[in-house]
């Protein structure tokens, strides 16, 4: 089993920043994809970002890509979403994902193993 942990949601302003933690533990797949995923409310789950191999490799939903950083911490088990130029229009749970394969990647029914996701509200 794996078990993820998001941290480091809050209240923000348009323009600002967060960082979002995504914690694994259990068994782990150090090169397999993490994968961000967003719900806004009334919305379907939204791909954000995934990292894989060794952290060097990430794709990127195009409504996040040049604000949004993904980078992976692999002796700490933890992936990280770096998110800048935030928007009112990425208030949304904001969750981690994983599985052991490298289809799919943008696709959430693809994912086993979810975390129980981070509120993230950008007020304009």
């Known amino acids: 089993q794996v078990q993820l942990v998001e941290s480091g949601g809050g209240l923000v302003q348009a323009g600002g920043s967060l960082r979002l933690s995504c914690a694994a533990s259990g068994r782990t797949f150090t090169n397999y994809p993490i994968a961000w995923f967003r719900r806004a409310p009334g919305k379907e789950r939204e791909f954000v970002g995934a990292?894989?191999?060794?952290?060097?490799?990430?794709v990127y939903a195009d409504s996040v890509k040049g604000r949004f950083n993904i980078s992976r911490d692999n002796a700490k088990n933890t992936v990280y979403l770096q998110m800048n130029s935030l928007k009112p229009d990425d208030t949304a749970v904001y969750s981690c994902?994983?599985?052991?394969?490298?289809?799919?990647?943008?696709?959430?029914?693809?994912?086993?193993?979810w975390g129980q996701g981070t509120q993230v509200t950008v007020s304009s």
């Open positions: 994902a994983t599985k052991a394969d490298y289809s799919n990647i943008r696709t959430p029914f693809a994912y086993n193993y």
């Open positions: 990292v894989f191999g060794s952290g060097s490799m990430t």
